[in-house]
């Protein structure tokens, strides 16, 4: 490895990693990378003389010892970590000692946002600037254009910007998938959310083809012909795209895989990490909270071959006939779209909230902006949600831009039929049905809360505020007994 001649370095070379820095390289750069697993190292040197052969600039090398892979890179250094969040802050503490004032540290791993803040400040307190930076699109997306998301120093953006801008993907339209977020944990805050939405959009398809191969009893084949159709209209998108894949896929003797896999969902924490910001922050994201609860609700493996076998539900001729009669699977693909616009509005919203409460300085519409491509939830509809921010950039929720919202308001028919046919068929639809509890609360100029406040009233004294008068009110609620 050259002394002082590469313009960014790679830690942690394993499959983000590696794809990340070729990807790099090969916009022109000269790319070096440190693992402490020199076989990881090792592979990462060849792929790059096999891969990068013949673009101009284009450059890896490969280290497992960390003064070497230091000493290679041009000042003020630039280092990628790509790392798992667990370890994030061991690496830090590994590489902290070598650097020099005005280094800049970027961590594209999945780390919890606060640990993004706290980091910053630690690398401040050494005269080193740290970028958190949400990084979506998986492998493929990676080695050749993911949407990034950094946040954090500004200062070091534009020395940073020249590599990770050419890496991106490209949107239709042809701007790059990457933008500054904010400042503190503010890039890691959006990934997060964008893994919050995630979770929804993936419960929402499960749970149209729960209906379409439980409920209608289609082969795979067929529903697989409707998932291409609808990729072809409206909800073309990835998760879309990847799931009429999926669907046909064969085992090695020739059955549909998908049917022996078991059913069971793991997670990483961040449907679980959105969720809880969006409970600190008040923010209702009633289909994201739904799919997290789904995924723990699958993991009860046990228990549910137990219910299955004892706890009474409709009959399933019953069930079908229900579903037919409602339309069904024609209503369902504006009901996937209308519950997939609620699910991208509710991460929105909750986006838009935390630049209120943290002074983060992002902007939503250039959220919406750079998840048109790469990322595993772009889809046409980020189309539409970007014009509605075109249209105001002040916009807190989504669902309220006029187009928007009446788009929803024409599809809101068949998000009825879809769940109140399932429901009548006995088919679970946690995030679908919450989308459009999410939806008529907020179209509802009055909810039933005004009860809740004189229930709590009543057995805690905690007051309540009335419609015609101003002030704080307790009333000595009488006992049923005594009227």
């Known amino acids: 490895m050259q002394h002082a001649h590469y313009d960014m370095g790679v830690v942690g070379l394993g499959v983000m990693g590696a794809n990340l820095g070729l990807n790099i390289a090969s916009r022109g750069h000269r790319v070096a990378g440190y693992d402490p697993d020199a076989a990881k190292a090792e592979a990462f040197a060849r792929r790059g003389q096999t891969e990068l052969d ?17 000493g290679g890179l041009k ?26 004032e005005g280094d800049i540290v970027v961590d594209g791993g ?24 949400g990084v979506s699109g998986g492998e493929e997306g990676a ?46 805050f959006v990934k997060m959310v964008h893994n919050g939405i995630e979770y929804g959009l993936m419960q929402l398809i499960a749970e149209a083809y729960d209906v379409l191969a439980r409920g209608l009893a289609l082969a795979p084949e067929a529903i697989r012909s409707h998932f291409v159709a609808w990729g072809e209209r409206r909800l073309s ?39 809880e910001a969006a409970l600190a922050l008040a923010i ?17 493996y046990g228990l549910r071959q137990n219910g299955s076998a004892t706890l009474a539900g409709p009959q399933p001729a019953d069930g079908q006939s229900a579903l037919m009669d409602a339309g069904l699977p024609r209503a369902l693909e504006g009901a ?21 409460e943290y002074g983060y300085g992002l902007h939503c519409g250039t959220v919406a902006r ?23 950039a002040e916009l807190r929720n989504p669902l309220f831009d006029p187009a928007l919202g009446a788009r929803i308001g024409e599809l809101q028919g068949n998000l009825r039929k879809a769940v109140a046919a399932a429901a009548g068929a006995g088919i679970p639809m946690p995030a679908m049905s919450s989308a459009l509890a999410y939806y008529d609360a907020l179209r509802s100029a009055r909810l039933p809360a005004n009860l809740i406040q004189a229930q709590r009233d009543y057995f805690g004294s905690h007051t309540y505020e009335r419609l015609d008068r101003d002030g704080s009110f307790h009333t000595q609620w009488a006992h049923a007994a005594d009227s």
């Open 54 to 70: 013949g673009i101009d600039g284009a450059e890896t090398a490969a280290s497992a010892d960390i003064d070497t892979f230091v």
């Open 110 to 133: 999945n780390s919890h946002y606060p640990d993004s803040e706290k980091r910053q400040r630690r690398l401040a307190e050494h005269g080193l600037h740290f970028i958190g930076m």
């Open 336 to 356: 996937l779209e209308a519950a997939m616009l609620l699910t991208y509005a509710q991460g929105m919203h909750l986006i838009a909230a935390a630049d209120a």
């Open 237 to 275: 998108g990835y998760l879309i795209e990847i799931t009429a894949d999926i669907l046909v896929q064969r085992d090695e003797d020739g059955g549909h895989l998908l049917e022996r896999i078991r059913d069971a969902a793991r997670q990483k924490g961040t449907g679980r990490w959105t969720t």
């Open 75 to 100: 000042t003020p250094r630039v280092l990628l970590l790509l790392v798992p969040a667990n370890v994030v802050d061991s690496a830090l503490d590994s590489l902290v000692p070598h650097l020099g």
């Open 143 to 188: 080695r050749h254009g993911p949407s990034m998301m950094p946040g954090g120093d500004a200062a070091a953006w534009d020395r940073v910007r020249p590599l990770l801008e050419p890496a991106a993907a490209q949107a239709d339209d042809g701007s790059p998938c990457i933008a500054w977020i904010g400042s503190g944990g503010a890039g890691h």
């Open 370 to 392: 750079i998840w048109r491509g790469g990322c595993i939830i772009r889809a046409a509809l980020l189309e539409d949600l970007s014009a509605a921010y075109e249209r105001d």
């Open 284 to 300: 209702p994201t009633p289909t994201i909270d739904a799919a997290v609860t789904a995924r723990g609700l699958s993991d009860f």
